[in-house]
């Protein structure tokens, strides 16, 4: 290849395409917003019905009228004839787009690669790939896994103080599904047996769609009553943007993510980034990026479903998975209160393993060769 720039088509340069390759540092190739049939599609339906559609949001059209050298998607299957690369996050086609004719797309000599960013996403998308036999060994040809990028914030832990209190940082909007009732009552328990330490907690405190079916009016008073109760302790922040989201990971300790269900999880790595070790759960992915070297990982009871293992939240299992949640949680935010060299060390090694696993400058190589074989 020249020297010269090659542009790469997309039809959306939000937070995940910029995540997973928009915002790479690539040296010889650049991303440009198309124009895309189906999202004008998308944009008559959803003035005349007041919602999107879900095929034309999730699918690429441009009648060969873009001029660029390839094409880069996330979630989204193109209907075009240029060669395109997709990146997905839990399958490929989406679930409630899933049929023969798309699954099909997919074997199409114009799609040249298909990344699922991490194993759970790869192991899914084989499983569900039984049903169209004679498709499958195509497509799983072209699918390999290449987990998001992520830029360090801080060289060393060096750079933090461990002097004061230990802080744990809280981020999501779904509080209730990624584990947040459960931090607030390992919190209370601490609080209650004298321990010195501090928690930040940057969510609307929202009941989400996905795996909080059993959150009550109730547990929402409950929830915002503790927090109101113990100020000395917990400081909550409605919302922050992402550089002020950094800026207090910079000044934690532990990052909490003790999720029921994620099909990622970047607030590890960007805690991970900024010196914190992070507690989780050992739900999938998290395995793939989190680990009791360089954090904490809880042991909660799963059960396998679509090629992956998940959490099962009926019934009895509901109030199972919930103590142990807890369990964990109080007993690793005490180990890390207590035993500051030990934090120390995984905060070092989590930085490490950003550096090693996640750097931004090898994914954009990485993808580089990729479209550089797409291309000949």
Not at 118 to 136: F, S, T
Not at 315 to 320: C, F, M, P, T, V
Request: aromatic share 12%; proline share 4%.
């Amino acid at each position: 290849m020249t020297n010269k720039k090659y542009i790469i088509g997309t039809n959306s340069l939000d937070y995940n395409p910029k995540r997973n390759f928009g915002g790479l540092p690539f040296k010889a190739f650049a991303f440009k917003k198309t124009m895309d049939f189906c999202r004008i599609m998308d944009y008559i339906y959803f003035k005349i019905k007041k919602k999107s559609n879900p095929f034309f949001s999730n699918t690429f059209f441009d009648l060969g009228l873009n001029k660029v050298s390839l094409f880069h998607f996330f979630n989204t299957v193109s209907l075009s004839n240029k060669p395109w690369v997709v990146t997905f996050e839990n399958e490929i086609p989406r679930p409630y787009l899933r049929s023969k004719y798309l699954v099909k797309r997919l074997t199409h000599k114009s799609c040249k690669k298909i990344i699922a960013f991490c194993d759970r996403a790869k192991n899914i998308e084989i499983y569900l790939l039984d049903k169209y036999p004679e498709y499958k060994q195509v497509i799983v040809d072209k699918l390999i896994v290449l987990q998001p990028a992520q830029a360090l914030n801080i060289q060393s832990v060096a750079e933090k103080e461990y002097s004061q209190s230990i802080v744990f940082t809280f981020v999501g909007v779904d509080f209730y599904r990624k584990g947040g009732a459960e931090i607030l009552r390992a919190t209370e328990k601490l609080i209650a047996e004298g321990y010195d330490f501090k928690l930040n907690i940057v969510s609307q405190l929202k009941k989400g769609a996905w795996k909080d079916e059993h959150i009550t009016a109730a547990d929402i008073e409950n929830v915002k009553e503790i927090i109101q109760q113990n100020p000395d302790v917990i400081t909550h922040y409605y919302s922050l943007n992402a550089e002020q989201v950094i800026s207090l990971f910079k000044q934690s300790h532990v990052g909490l993510l003790p999720s029921y269900g994620e099909t990622y999880g970047y607030v590890v790595l960007e805690a991970q980034a900024c010196g914190c070790a992070v507690i989780t759960s050992n739900m999938p992915p998290f395995q793939e990026f989190n680990s009791n070297s360089v954090g904490w990982l809880i042991d909660v009871p799963l059960q396998e479903r679509n090629g992956t293992m998940d959490s099962d939240l009926s019934g009895k299992n509901l109030a199972l998975f919930q103590d142990a949640l807890y369990l964990g949680l109080y007993n690793a935010m005490k180990e890390a209160i207590e035993n500051k060299d030990l934090l120390k060390e995984k905060a070092q090694k989590a930085i490490e393993h950003i550096r090693k696993d996640h750097s931004p400058e090898k994914r954009a190589k990485t993808l580089e060769e990729i479209y550089i074989s797409a291309l000949q």
